[in-house]
């Protein structure tokens, strides 16, 4: 067996935690400086006046093995001390923010209004901070994920968050997306791609908000790059998050097909669990090029596991044109 | 012998440091609810678009017992992990603020951008942080000590706290203070006051800002209580801070009398040590009323005792109106 040439130019498209443990996997199978992940920015929200980026953040603290592995999310060993300040004098704390993730927080709110863009700002956070990829937001502008259910319209945070996903959805909008500019740095990174890769992120939570933006679903629509997805599912669930629950409310069946088609005519191949041997039937017979195998990432080894059968298929194929040609 | 009826509307005149230890003595002296501290916000200054008021905090955490009391400012036990991030990010970080701290400025800044005043945001957070007297900024206008030293102009904190009161002093000033509103509740405490004590404080620093304030100082002037001001000298030495020495480069004498004509035509009584016995006839030939006392607070209880001797001194006075009638 030989070693497979993977690819220097990889682009990651990633939502939150699934995303970053996708991206994680990727880095450390990939030679340094090969991965730049697109974000999305759907879920930003302000708190207290600060521009807090979930989906950046929980990327970044993951590339750069801050995170709390428990929880997906944050700092791992973070302080509570700022948030408790702030419950003792009356405002609302029901977003988790530590101590050290406050520093974050801090920072990028004082470069933004001094002007920098959240593309530097985020790709700069994460140099800084030691993540192994390249982040950067898939849009300098105001998009927000906005989520009508059973109480009405709310804020991705205050339907995840502060009401844990309890309330019926009805309707999801990114709110800003169609006036949103693409971030250039991310155009740029897709259009040098050689490998897109789809995150087994939640489609309509994460990598919607993403290719929502004009200009990024044109850029992915005549990437040079083989464009490939990973199920978000196993068997019809989710393995983090509210996924199946939410296509269910929405009247869509919670497999991988239905995910696949979340992204049509951007994808040439998907990855499925080998378990979900009906569900790759399925998808050839759409046209997509398959690969089944076990997509469950247990831990960062598994992660880059994952990530370099990814690579491997997708650098024969791409050697051998056979995915292009389906395209 | 009686216990004296001390006043039930007192009002505090205080900078940082020397003056929580003031505001703390009274406090725990006092009846509760019978203290106003009114304080310097010369020293505010912007760190990360945040507002930060060192003054003002190093009173609220005194007065609720926050304090670290080795230090005499910032929170006790406090952690460093969001100072610690924007480190590593590249922001400065020579203005230490803590995790907790950072938590009280952030809620202050957030409130600020929502439009509400220092002082309302002031008075809330002191009550809501549990501090033993009321809090109020001089003014809600912008006022900054602006030191002119060997290095240039320099802003106070910069001067203080980043060069350490290294480069020599030539000139003070007290950018904003003509044209500083001073704080309504803060003109109304000192109309409603029975009792003014000037606190050992910085007087170039941490007093004079305040009464740089026209509405300060004229209702200062024109108050009906009696007014004692507090030595910040023993023996021509500060206790803490860079008084004697920025006395001397101002051409100042670092004395007791030289601190009270800081402050003329506003006090008709001056609390010296016992050790300065000499300043106490000097004052006295002034025209003032002085107590000789033990006015070093090693601890509360000592500050509390220095207090309740100022409190009886004034109170008795009071009574047979032998301070007032040398006004």
């Known amino acids: 067996m030989t070693i497979p040439c993977f690819p220097k130019n990889v682009v990651l498209i990633a939502g939150g935690v699934g995303g970053a443990r996708m991206a994680e996997g990727l880095a450390r199978a990939l030679s340094p400086g090969s991965l730049t992940v697109i974000a999305n920015v759907g879920d930003d929200e ?78 700069e956070a994460a140099r ?18 906005k989520i009508r259910t059973d109480d009405g319209w709310l804020d991705f945070q205050q339907w995840f968050v502060g009401r844990r996903c309890e309330p019926r959805v009805h309707e999801l909008r990114y709110q800003g997306a169609s006036a949103a500019r693409a ?26 908000p993403i290719i929502a933006v004009d200009g990024i679903r044109n850029a992915l629509a005549t990437a040079r790059a083989t464009r490939i997805g990973i199920s978000p599912l196993i068997g019809g669930k989710a393995v983090k998050g509210p996924l199946a629950r939410l296509m269910a409310d929405l009247g869509l ?4 097909e239905s995910v696949a088609k979340r992204y049509a005519g951007l994808l040439q191949a998907f990855v499925v669990d080998s378990s979900d041997g009906a569900q790759a039937d399925s998808l050839r017979k759409t046209g997509l090029a398959v690969l089944e195998t076990d997509i469950l990432m247990r831990d960062p080894a598994d992660a880059e596991r994952l990530a370099a059968e990814v690579l ?16």
């Open 183 to 208: 971030s250039p740095a991310a155009v740029a990174a897709i259009a040098a791609a050689e490998l897109i890769v789809f995150a087994p992120s939640n489609p309509l939570l994460s990598l919607e």
């Open 253 to 256: 069946t919670a497999c991988a």
């Open 128 to 145: 800084r901070l030691g993540a192994s990829a390249r982040v950067l937001p898939a849009t300098d502008d105001e998009l927000k994920t």
């Open 46 to 123: 302000q708190f207290y006046g600060m521009h807090v980026s979930p989906d950046i953040d929980t990327l970044i603290y993951t590339l750069s093995n801050r995170i709390d592995r428990k929880q997906g999310w944050g700092v791992a060993d973070d302080g509570v001390r700022a948030l408790g300040v702030l419950d003792t004098l009356g405002a609302p704390v029901w977003m988790k923010l530590g101590d050290a993730d406050f520093g974050l927080h801090i920072w990028r709110s004082w470069r933004l209004a001094q002007g920098a863009t959240l593309s530097d700002i985020t790709e």
């Open 312 to 327: 491997g298929w997708g650098a024969a194929n791409l050697a051998n044109d056979n995915i292009r040609s389906r395209s």
